[in-house]
């Protein structure tokens, strides 16, 4: 199996194997930030002439402590350019945003391959973690200390507290509220360019409605077992917004089936549309009738996007 994921993401096998080794049930979002930082594909990352000095600077400006002893090492460089960009820091030299972009361009097939370490060891937490850990990268942005807000551009601190004021504390609401009164709230704190630009990226944003149905599967052989069909459908397109990441990207999401109990992890896919999707995911008769039981939508690069629905025989189709 190892082999297969390092051949699908074209990573080091000793990479995979780092993962497959260091990855548990329950690795902390934390922890797999910092075994990102440790694969193989960063071995190469150039630390030149005096940046040591630089990385030390910059390790007194971070959330995670780095090893002050090894500041000359691309490891630990990797993971202050990675913290550095979640906390929207303005790097020191331009070197660094250059070392940073390759930094980000590697990260996204690593985080896929410890997703798929995590989801084929049946370990829900740490698949979750992984792809918050992918969303954080995309964005530019902190899994849970970040506000959803700051994904959008021109958003500040007085008017994210005059967004509070109305109730609206998540992006997703945002895009719910009545444009009229948004507008009147938005005019208060800033110019009319800058709201412009906002509503403008606000309308890049998915509103993702999802449909979920059982049927019993026909074939003879499987005949105890289920179908999850799942119905999506979304009012954007399919180009996901992220200023703060290099590269073009589309949308793409994972369907989670698994226990919120137990933590185990049934199944996943990962999909992306443009405008609306059927799919379906097996299922078998204890998944269904055990308490916990959750399909999760999952967004690769959107805070705060997750979507839950319980799974239980109730839902099934005539």
């Known amino acids: 199996m190892l082999g297969t994921v390092a051949s699908q993401y074209y990573l080091s096998y000793k990479t995979v194997s780092l993962f497959s080794t260091n990855i548990g049930p329950d690795t902390s979002l934390k ?45 630990v460089k990797a993971n202050l350019l990675l913290q550095a960009h979640f906390s929207r820091l303005e790097l020191p030299i331009s070197d660094y945003v250059t070392d ?27 698949a979750l973690n992984s792809m918050y ?27 994210i507290k005059t967004l509070q004021q109305s109730g609206i504390t998540q992006l997703q609401q945002l895009l719910e509220f009545p444009k009229h009164s948004l507008q009147n709230l938005l005019q208060s704190v800033l110019t009319q360019p800058k709201m412009s630009e906002l509503l403008q990226a606000l309308e890049c944003f998915p509103q993702i409605q999802m449909k979920c149905s059982l049927q019993k599967t026909e074939s003879s052989r499987e005949q105890n077992s289920y179908l999850l069909d799942i119905k999506l459908r979304t009012k954007s397109g399919s180009r996901a917004f992220l ?32 405008d609306h999707l059927t799919t379906s995911m097996f299922i078998s008769p204890d998944q269904i009738n055990l308490e916990g039981t959750k399909l999760l939508l999952v967004s690769d690069c959107y805070l705060g996007f997750e979507q839950q629905y319980t799974v239980h025989n109730t839902m099934l189709g005539s």
């Open 100 to 126: 940073l972009k390759s930094v980000l361009d590697q990260s996204i097939r690593i985080i896929q391959a410890m997703i798929d370490v995590s989801a084929n060891s049946g370990w829900l937490k740490s």
């Open 133 to 159: 850990l992918m969303q954080m990268v995309l964005q530019g942005l902190w899994f849970e200390k970040d506000p959803s807000l700051l994904m959008l551009p021109n958003m500040n601190d007085n008017l």
């Open 243 to 274: 200023p703060r990441f290099p590269k073009i990207k589309d949308e793409a999401w994972w369907l989670v089936l698994g226990n919120m109990k137990t933590w185990e992890l049934y199944a996943l896919k990962r999909i992306s549309f443009s």
């Open 31 to 75: 922890v797999l930030f910092h075994m990102l930082c440790g694969a193989t594909e960063y071995d190469e990352l150039p630390v030149r002439h005096n940046e040591e000095k630089i990385n030390e600077a910059l390790s007194k400006e971070i959330e995670y402590e780095v090893d002050k002893n090894s500041l000359d090492d691309p490891h």
